[in-house]
T-cell receptor, first 114, second 115 residues
Framework: AQKVTQAQTEISVVEKEDVTLDCVYE???????LFWYKQPPSGELVFLIR??????QNEISGRYSWNFQKSTSSFNFTITASQVVDSAVYFC???????????FGSGTRLQVQP | DGGITQSPKYLFRKEGQNVTLSCEQN?????MYWYRQDPGQGLRLIYY???????QKGDIAEGYSVSREKKESFPLTVTSAQKNPTAFYLC??????????????FGQGTRLTVV
């Protein structure tokens, strides 16, 4: 069965600090896909990034970067120089061939204080 | 504009009533999903459909029903059998089973409250 764990329930930082959100996943499949979504107060989920299981290349996009490590089943997300607008709930999600719908973690609420 | 439309945004239900939440997409996606979100919790899968006229139960299907008669529509009915229906409901769509690497797009949600 698929499972996604986000151990950090809530993180509070001061603006311009770097912050890393942790995600650990479980799956029996060798082919799977990982996603990060952002949920602002409005409620709609906004897609941020996806990674497939055979591409461990890490990526930087502006202030965002992602660290995917198959050996530890982790897919962590880092925001550099955080801003107040980054305040939201962030979800990690997994899709594998066993169930093609996304399985979500419980989310991490990020509060960036000015 | 392409996207997913959920209606209504807020819905109040009396105990014992069935209510139907609407979800429409114009993205030409094959797959559609319903998730439930409780305060401070993640999204739990209720039902999903990979193609028209077919759907599967998710993790918490009891007390809910769906239909998929049209590609663009995936309504969710919350029945009186659902013991604790107060929650935020999110509908999503994606390109389908053959495109697992594609992201799902979400609607703005319906907040259901039992009064």
């Amino acid at each position: 069965a698929q499972k996604v764990t986000q151990a950090q329930t809530e993180i509070s930082v001061v603006e311009k600090e770097d912050v890393t959100l942790d995600c650990v996943y479980e799956t029996r499949d060798t082919t799977y896909y990982l996603f990060w979504y952002k949920q602002p107060p409005s409620g709609e989920l906004v897609f941020l990034i996806r990674r497939n299981s055979f591409d461990e290349q890490n990526e930087i996009s502006g202030r965002y970067s992602w660290n995917f490590q198959k050996s530890t089943s982790s897919f962590n997300f880092t925001i550099t120089a955080s801003q107040v607008v980054d305040s939201a709930v962030y979800f990690c999600a997994l899709r594998d061939t066993g169930r093609r719908a996304l399985t979500f973690g419980s989310g991490t609420r990020l509060q960036v204080q000015p | 504009d392409g996207g997913i439309t959920q209606s209504p945004k807020y819905l109040f239900r009396k105990e014992g009533q069935n209510v139907t939440l609407s979800c429409e997409q114009n993205l030409n996606h094959d797959a559609m999903y319903w998730y439930r979100q409780d305060p401070g919790q993640g999204l739990r899968l209720i039902y999903y459909s990979q193609i028209v006229n077919d759907f599967q139960k998710g993790d918490i299907a009891e007390g809910y029903s769906v239909s998929r008669e049209k590609k663009e529509s995936f309504p969710l009915t919350v029945t009186s059998a659902q013991k604790n229906p107060t929650a935020f409901y999110l509908c999503a769509s994606s390109m389908g089973a053959g495109r697992m690497n594609t992201e799902a797009f979400f609607g703005q949600g319906t907040r259901l409250t039992v009064v």
